[in-house]
């Protein structure tokens, strides 16, 4: 089986899909894995690295043509797929909800498209589980980055000149992302508080250390798969009301609050922002996905004008691209064992049989096996 990994040119990138050891891995199941010459540049991995692995180079094209399966990490190009073997496999991200080019174009080409976002949340696929890994990699960078920007220091210092207070520290949003956001801040000797709309997170983030803040906004829950109920309007508008104090009184916030397959929800309000000491620094780690808090720009740093700085983050984890690739890979190396039929020395996709093929397979043999990505398609096409 030819499994192949494309040179990925998204800006700001420097994570890579498949990494020397995850392809020194396939090739000990007895694939074959062909690669771009300088695929691995970015993160420092030189293709002698990969040759030692057992990897061969060819051009893009000849990669495509011959592919059994692509393997890649951020969602694959349109054009590139229509290049494949009818009936191939993708893995990766895919974004279906946002990307439905990149749907409709595995359907125009029968293409299995493993989408990696839906990995299900489940103790035993944990190990497959990218989201988690490559955000606990961004809820730790987020607090590097705020800690290079702001103009204090985290921690507490007792000088002869005098003493330094902590920085406190705001977590909205205690998943994966701030859960590793707030140990990091704790680390550096901040003082953090955090808050989620699932209660149930409320004992994680005391036993880091940490205090959760108590809000008043009626009843809240989380779906069976453990991701946060939507709020509606008004209660969302009841959070930003209790918390907009909470903010005044950070240094430093940090939102992570995500809806699976929907916007993020808006937070933190353009005048909370502006409640907060000149200095301060927000870092929006939703700014991809509609963004937290209002003013944030994706990719962007925002100097308000009443001095604080709103970070639009939407891909810490490539600062961080060697670990960061290394767990994307092992994820997707784990998702392929899982896969694998040895006799036939094949992967085999049997999504009755399957339950975690049977969640991730997104598209098979031109149809769309999710309904709520069917379901967005559908509605594109009504508009
Ligand atoms: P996520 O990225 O979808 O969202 C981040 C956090 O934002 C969540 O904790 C969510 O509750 C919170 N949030 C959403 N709306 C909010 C609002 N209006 N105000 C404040 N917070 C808000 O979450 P995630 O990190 O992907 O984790 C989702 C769930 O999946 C968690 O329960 C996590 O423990 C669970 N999980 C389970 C496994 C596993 O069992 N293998 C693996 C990873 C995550």
């Known amino acids: 089986m030819h499994f192949v990994s494309l040179t990925d040119h998204t800006p700001g990138e420097h994570r890579v899909a498949l ?3 995850a392809a020194a891995r ?3 199941l007895g694939a074959t894995v062909r690669l771009e010459a300088g695929y691995g540049g970015r993160s420092f991995f030189d293709d002698a690295s990969y040759r030692d692995a057992g990897v061969d180079f060819a051009p893009r094209e000849t990669l495509l043509r011959e592919a059994d399966v692509l393997l890649t990490l951020n969602p694959p190009d349109p054009d590139d797929l229509a290049m494949m073997p009818e009936g191939a496999t993708v893995i990766g991200l895919m974004d279906p909800f946002r990307r439905t080019d990149v749907v ?35 809820g730790y960078a ?18 002869p000149a005098g003493t330094i207070a902590p ?20 680390r550096l000797g901040a003082r953090v ?17 940490a205090k959760f803040v108590e809000l008043d906004v009626g009843e809240t829950g989380e779906t069976e798969q453990g991701y946060a109920k939507e709020l509606t309007p008004e209660q969302l508008e009841m959070q930003r009301q209790q918390m907009a104090r909470v903010v005044a009184e950070a240094d430093v916030v940090i939102t992570t609050a995500q809806l699976f397959g929907r916007p993020a929800p808006r937070i933190v309000s353009a005048e909370m922002v502006a409640g907060m000491r000149p200095g301060s620094v927000v870092v929006d780690l939703a700014a991809g996905s509609g963004g937290n808090v209002e003013g944030s720009r994706p990719d962007e740093e925002v100097l308000t004008e009443e001095g604080i700085r709103i970070v639009g983050a939407t891909n810490l ?17 784990h998702l392929i064992t899982h896969a694998w039929d040895a006799e036939s020395g094949r992967m085999t996709l049997d999504p009755e049989e399957d339950p975690v093929v049977g969640a991730c397979l997104l598209t098979q043999a031109g149809e769309v096996r999710d309904e709520r990505v069917s379901k967005v398609l ?6």
């Open 167 to 186: 920085a406190r520290v705001f977590v909205i949003g205690v998943g994966v992302a701030g859960l590793q956001a707030i140990a990091t801040a704790k």
């Open 317 to 333: 984890p490539s600062s961080v691209a060697r670990d960061a690739g290394q767990m994307f890979a092992n994820n997707m190396v």
């Open 142 to 159: 987020a607090v590097l980055r705020a800690a290079e920007r702001i103009d204090k220091s985290f921690p507490m210092m007792s000088t």
């Open 193 to 209: 508080d955090a808050y989620d709309t699932r209660p149930v997170v409320a004992e994680q983030v005391r036993s880091l250390g």
């Open 19 to 21: 990494t020397p050891n």
């Open 378 to 383: 559908a509605e594109e096409d009504e508009s």
């Open 26 to 28: 396939l090739v000990d």
């Open 104 to 138: 409709r174009a595995l359907v125009a080409r029968k293409l299995a498209g493993i989408c990696m976002e839906l990995i299900p949340r489940s103790t035993y696929a944990q190990k497959m589980d990218v989201l988690s890994s490559q955000a606990s990699l961004a």
